[in-house]
């Protein structure tokens, strides 16, 4: 696949949960610089959210190049928790050496760019440019390196697609889903003529999936706050109101039961970053009728994808720097790639065969490599997000919950969240 179009295309997780995952393993440094000890033990303790590919096997590798390192793995079940600990802790003690962020509250840290350690030079510029920008401060400093994408497709359930009278394997459906929003909200008011079931897993998933299509959704570039009167964003919110909700298992995503509907067949289509086939599967591991359609509603779009950030004040900052390096160069993105569907961001990987030629036998041996390579293609857009892109996207999210639960009226929760965003 061609390199350049994903540098011009392409623009993607509850409180911590009790996987702490202690391997033991690896020589490394301690402190700010290399230790002159290599047989000193060290313990690099990294924190991520979802799943990120990182097995235990992965990270054992590493311990084995490195036997005097201690890995600790810890792994919140969705970013939003992740956030709250980081910039609770951020320049204070309690951190991981090696901390997690998501893209949509990158900005937000990017404030505190000094409390990171910056990437090495001789790292710069093996990320794609619009991955490696985001995480410059204006000072020139790299802290982030750069994880994984978040190209979208659509999963869905093949058998219920076929229980109800609907195409269901990956071409038909990639037919039958290709079009505008107004044409995905049809197909699932045809799913649930049928079933009389939704076909949406949550309303805020398709919430995000309309946002990530639209350059400027809360501010501009020149600080000028639009999250209450810009028409596009006003748009989104009525349509997910208005047809998605009534087709949608959930409002949110990341709850209990919405990890158990991927298993009882609740709901039978959810928008799809590469990163969200390691949680179906994870989530459904015995379910059979997963499939990945190469397709996404009105072109392309891109939903997440991290970085991993050492802070500054950290124990073990070289020792950190070694590891985040290593976890996020191409060989070891391609293998996050296949153990979690978490597509890299490094452009050396997008010629591995490991990569291009990859079939899910999850997914049904669904070609994800190449499906995921095209979804990346297909991006045009990449949002604006500055430091408070955060807190409005998340006061949206809440308006569709609102109404997802009742509690107020479609016209009554823009208004709230109007006001809400006027108090921020």
Known sequence: MNSRAFRRGAVAVAAFSASAIVLAGCAGSSGDSPSSDPNEEITLTIATFNNFGYTDELLQEYMDENPN????????????????????????????????VEIDWLAEGMQYSDLLAEVPDDLKGRWLDWKEA???DPDGRLIGYGTDIGPQAICYRADLFAAAGLPSTPDEVATLFDGDWDNFYDVADQYKAATGKPMIDAANSVLQGIVNQIEFTYTEPDGNVIATSNPELEDAYNSVVERAIPNAAYAGQWSDDWNASMTNGEFAAM?????????????????????????????????????????????????????????????????????????????????????TDFVNP?????????????????????????????KYHQALQDAVT??????????????????EVEAF
């Open 402 to 419: 609102r109404v997802f639960d009742g509690v107020e009226d479609q016209a009554t929760s823009w208004d709230t969240y109007v006001a």
């Open 271 to 355: 928008l799809c970053p590469g990163w969200m086939l390691g949680v179906i599967s994870g989530n459904a591991p015995d379910v059979t009728g997963w499939e990945v359609a190469n397709v996404f509603p009105n072109g392309g779009g891109n939903w997440g994808g991290s970085y991993l950030t050492v802070p500054a004040n950290g124990a073990n900052v070289a020792a950190a720097q070694q590891l985040a390096d290593w976890l996020t160069a191409p060989e070891q993105q391609v293998k996050a790639f296949v153990n979690a569907g978490t597509f890299p961001s490094q452009v050396d990987a997008y010629e591995d065969p490991a990569l």
């Open 69 to 100: 390192v201690t890995i600790v793995h810890n792994k919140a079940a969705e970013s939003g928790d992740a956030r709250a600990n980081f910039f609770q802790k951020l320049g204070k003690e309690g951190l991981a050496d090696i901390e997690a």
């Open 362 to 390: 999850y997914f049904n041996d669904a070609p994800t490599g190449s499906i995921f390579a095209e979804r990346a293609e297909a991006v045009t857009v990449a949002p604006y997000k500055d430091a408070n892109y955060f």
């Open 134 to 136: 985001a995480a410059t």
